[in-house]
C-alpha cells in the first residue's frame, strides 16, 4: 500500500481509545449511563447488545457528533500523547486519526467511487486556498498523490473496475467496501465500523470478517465495532462489550460473552429450560 503504515506502534500494548463514565441524555430519557469501553493497540473490539441499547449513539459521542453530558473519552495517538474528544469538531476528530463508517451509508451518490475516496483523503493534504488557486507544481504532484493513493486504496478494496462508476449504481456489499476504502483513505490508527455487515449475504459477510482482519493486521490498525452478526463478531473479536439500556453489562473475550448469563438473558435469548 502506498499509504502511511502506522510503524511499530502497533505491538504496544497501550490503550488507544478510552470511554470513561460516558453519560448522554436526550431531554428526559438517559440514552448512556457511566459506560466504560476501552480498545489497545492492535485490538478488534465488538460492541454489541439490543436495538435502542446505545450503541450508536456512544459512536456519536466519541466521534464528536454528540457531547457527552458526563464522563470522559480520550484517543491516544501514535506518539503517546493523549487528546480528549469532548468539544471537538468531527472534522478535528479525524484529523487526530479516528475514522467511522456509519449504520446507514454516507456516500456521494453522484460522485464517482474514485472521487468519494479522493474526498477524504484530502484530510492530509498540505495545500491551502493559495495553492488552491495557482496550482503551483507542489499541489499539482499532492494531486497526482491522492489520486494514485486513492485508487490503490480501491484495488486493496476489489473495488478498481467500477472507479468511474458513480457510488449510487454500486451492489450494497460494494458500497459498504466503498466506505470503509473512504474512512482508510485519512489514514486512522483507530477505526470505528458501525454495523459493517447489515444487509450482507452470508458469503460478503464471511469475506467482511476476512476483510476487517487483514485490515487490522495490514494497515496496524485498532478497530472497534458495532455488529449485530453473533457469529460474526464471535469469530473476528478478540474482546467484546455488552450494552444494555446504555449500561455496561458484560465485558471479556468470545467465550467468556458468550456464557455470561447476563447476555443470554439480555441479548443472546433465553433457553426453555
Do not use: W
Amino acid at each position: 500500500m502506498v499509504l502511511r503504515k502506522n510503524g511499530t506502534a502497533a505491538a504496544r500494548p497501550e490503550p488507544v481509545l478510552q470511554v470513561e463514565g460516558v453519560s448522554k441524555r436526550f431531554g428526559g430519557l438517559l440514552a448512556l449511563s457511566e459506560v466504560d469501553l476501552t480498545v489497545k493497540r492492535g485490538e478488534i473490539v465488538a460492541l454489541i447488545g439490543p436495538n435502542g441499547a446505545g450503541k450508536t449513539t456512544l459512536f456519536n459521542c466519541m466521534t464528536s457528533l454528540y457531547t457527552p453530558d458526563e464522563g470522559r473519552i480520550s484517543l491516544t495517538d501514535l506518539e503517546g500523547k493523549k487528546h480528549s474528544l469532548p468539544g471537538k469538531k468531527p472534522f478535528q476528530v479525524t484529523e487526530l486519526g479516528m475514522a467511522r463508517t456509519f449504520q446507514n451509508i454516507r456516500l456521494f451518490a453522484s460522485m464517482t467511487v474514485l472521487e468519494n475516496v479522493m474526498i477524504a483523503r484530502h484530510c492530509r493534504t498540505k495545500a491551502g486556498i493559495l495553492g488552491a488557486l495557482f496550482r503551483p507544481p507542489a499541489t499539482r504532484r499532492e494531486e497526482r498523490d491522492i489520486e494514485e493513493q486513492s485508487y490503490a486504496l480501491l484495488n486493496y478494496m476489489g473495488l478498481a473496475a467500477v472507479f468511474e462508476e458513480e457510488a449510487r449504481n454500486l451492489s450494497y456489499g460494494q458500497q459498504r467496501r466503498l466506505e470503509i476504502a473512504r474512512a482508510l483513505a485519512t489514514n486512522p490508527y483507530m477505526l470505528l465500523l458501525d454495523e459493517p455487515a447489515a444487509g450482507m449475504n452470508p458469503q460478503e459477510t464471511r469475506d467482511l470478517q476476512n476483510m476487517i482482519r487483514r485490515i487490522r493486521d495490514e494497515f496496524e490498525l485498532s478497530i472497534l465495532l458495532i455488529e449485530h452478526d453473533m457469529s460474526m463478531v464471535m469469530s473476528v473479536s478478540d474482546r467484546i462489550y455488552v450494552v444494555e439500556y446504555g449500561c455496561n453489562i458484560a465485558e471479556g473475550t468470545p467465550d467468556e460473552v458468550r456464557s455470561d448469563p447476563k447476555v443470554i438473558k439480555a441479548y443472546l435469548g433465553e433457553s426453555d429450560e
